[in-house]
């Protein structure tokens, strides 16, 4: 029973709480028919919630934001009922749409060379562009750039370095400053000769122009025997050595037998006699660099080209001043330079072979000290080749001249291995120990042990024999071409800052230009260049020009190593390789 009764009594509380619903849902809807509002909630507030509204006790209500509104709630229930009232038009907005922006530019074309074609790859059959010798006559025009700048064109002049006057169109710098040279004490050891360079702020301001008529130079090997008169236009050397087989004029070209002073039959005679004289020279093997004092045209070290040995011809810019010129234009690495009173700016023990021939200069003078300066260059066990008059005339001058040779070359302990017809070798030593041998106050001297022979910008000559190193460095170098890509012993004596090993280097430098130069080659078709004369200016340890010989460009290349930087000139020259030193 008391179950019963308890079920009952849930019973009647659940349908009392559904009646109670209804009601409030219908008397709801009863009153709201639009002019009444049902409030669902409590709009009063007390002054602490408006005075401070971020007091929790105070916010016990929130107001809706439909406060003070009213609404048709039976509209919106049952989606039926409209108002009546019209809307209130709501005031248009103009809007106003700007135009659409133009359309940009199209890029400008794109000037097509011959080098890649439309799909940007590179052509095979591109051609280098000729010499225009008419941007020489109008260099001065088209000085004017006209650039568009909002609604006008402006137009601009862009400065160009004018050009030298027609005299100074083989000036060089170094060599023809007058007013350096007029203010030498002395110029009877030949100081004109030697570099003079203009001061700072002095320094050249315009372009020095080409030769008149001037023509894209004959290519290698043809340039050997031929090139164009108008390139380097002037005939007295021709008019002086004609008779001699060195040079002649035929027509719009000079072209070169091959003879010389001494070897009027030809270069390739002269080199076979010596070769003859002393086989030990072994061209091309043994002796690989060399160096040819007073050198004429170069036809010597043009034709030693052939045989794989690199001479580095050199003379002074006299009254023959294009002797270096007509070497350049055929092709033969030749530098303007005069034995006189500085070093010549190559290191030590840098030439297998040095030569004179006919070269006109007193090797016994001021103590021997120009032969001095060729025993720094030769290296340990190499050659001097003298083919001159006193070697085979016997007037009284120039046997006296002989004899004062002999008694030098004595005293510096070379060899006179061989004397034929007008040529004498002589061979230098190995080391030391014939120096330290001979008595006491033999002169001239040992230079004393701290005299650095690689150190050469602006120093004077010494008369005083170049010590050997003790270690045997530069003897000891293998034969061509194995000693271009062995790394030297001399590598050991530069003075680098480094924690790798300096053979590591000398590899990883040789590693990276041979690289890049077999992309060169490959990308850009550098065979097709014809590529002669050719300048590293920052040489390190002659990777590039090592490359170049790897790849076998048919050029040569004059290796520079600044004087700011690291003297690596030895190694450069014990793997075979021409070089000098420079200031940039």
């Known amino acids: 029973m008391k179950g019963d009764a308890f079920k009952s009594a849930t019973v009647i509380k659940v349908l009392a709480f559904a009646l109670l619903s209804i009601a409030f849902f219908y008397f709801g809807k009863h009153w709201s028919d639009g002019s009444q509002q049902l409030v669902f909630f409590n709009s009063r507030q ?3 919630s408006l005075t401070n509204p971020t007091n929790p006790s105070s916010q016990f209500v929130s107001i809706s934001p439909n406060f003070n ?3 048709d709630l039976s509209s919106i229930i049952n989606d039926t009922t409209v108002s009546d009232k019209p809307l209130e038009k709501t005031p248009s907005v103009e809007v106003v749409l700007s135009p659409p922006p133009p359309p940009p530019s199209p890029p400008p074309a794109v000037q097509k060379m011959g080098v890649l074609d439309e799909n940007g790859v590179m052509n095979d059959d591109f051609e280098v562009g000729e010499f225009d010798p008419e941007v020489v ?11 568009e700048e909002g609604d006008g064109v402006k137009r601009f002049r862009v400065k160009k370095f004018g050009l030298c006057p027609d005299s100074m169109r083989e000036y060089i710098p170094c060599l023809d400053n007058v007013e350096a040279i007029s203010k030498l004490k002395s110029t009877e050891r030949g100081e004109k000769f030697e570099r003079h360079c203009p001061e700072k702020g002095k320094g050249l301001n315009c372009l020095v122009p080409p030769p008149r008529g001037y023509r894209a130079p004959i290519t290698w090997p043809k340039s050997r025997d031929e090139v164009w008169f108008s390139n380097v236009p002037h005939a007295r050397l021709a008019e002086d050595k004609g008779g001699q087989n060195w040079i002649l004029i035929d027509k719009d070209k000079f072209k ?4 010389g002073t001494q070897f009027i039959h030809g270069a390739d005679q002269y080199l076979d006699q010596i070769e003859k004289m002393l086989p030990e020279i072994a061209f091309g093997r043994h002796v690989r660099v060399a160096l040819d004092i007073g050198c004429g045209v170069a036809s010597f070290g043009a034709y030693l080209l052939s045989r794989n040995v690199l001479t580095l011809s050199v003379a002074p810019k006299d009254v023959h001043e ?9 092709g033969v690495p030749a530098m303007v330079a005069a034995i006189a009173t500085h070093r010549l700016l190559y290191p030590s023990q840098a030439f297998e072979l040095i030569h004179c021939s006919r070269c006109r200069i007193n090797w016994t003078r001021d103590d021997g000290i120009l032969l001095l300066e060729v025993n720094r260059l030769l290296r340990a066990g190499g050659y001097f080749v003298w083919a001159a008059q006193p070697v085979y005339k016997h007037e009284a001058a120039l046997e006296e001249q002989w004899e004062e040779m002999v008694n030098l070359t004595t005293r510096l302990c070379w060899n006179l291995v061989k004397k034929e017809g007008y040529i004498a070798i002589w061979q230098k030593p190995l080391n030391n120990s014939c120096y330290l041998s001979r008595e006491e106050g033999t002169q001239p001297p040992l230079c004393d042990p701290h005299d650095d022979p690689d150190d050469v910008w602006y120093v004077d000559l010494k008369a005083c024999i170049t010590r050997l190193p003790e270690e045997g460095y530069g003897a000891n170098i293998t034969t061509w071409p194995s000693r271009l890509q062995y790394p030297p012993d001399r590598l050991q004596s530069i003075q680098v800052d480094s924690y790798l090993s300096r053979k590591e280097l000398f590899n990883a430098e040789s590693k990276f230009w041979k690289e890049i130069i077999e992309s060169y080659v490959r990308a850009w078709h550098w065979k097709k260049l014809k590529l002669r004369n050719v300048m590293d200016m920052r040489a390190g340890f002659g990777g590039f020009a090592a490359a170049m010989i ?25 793997r075979g390789l021409l070089g000098v030193m420079h200031d940039w």
Request: with cysteine; aromatic share 10%; proline share 4%.
């Open 46 to 48: 007390d002054s602490a």
């Open 69 to 71: 509104k009213s609404f």
């Open 137 to 147: 006559d109008n260099w001065g025009v088209g000085n004017e750039t006209d650039v």
């Open 256 to 259: 070169f037998p091959g003879g």
């Open 322 to 330: 294009n002797q270096i010129q007509f070497a350049l234009e055929r």
């Open 550 to 574: 790897e790849n076998q460009l048919d050029c040569w290349v004059l290796n520079v190593v600044s004087v700011s930087g690291k003297n690596t000139l030895p190694v450069i020259f014990d």
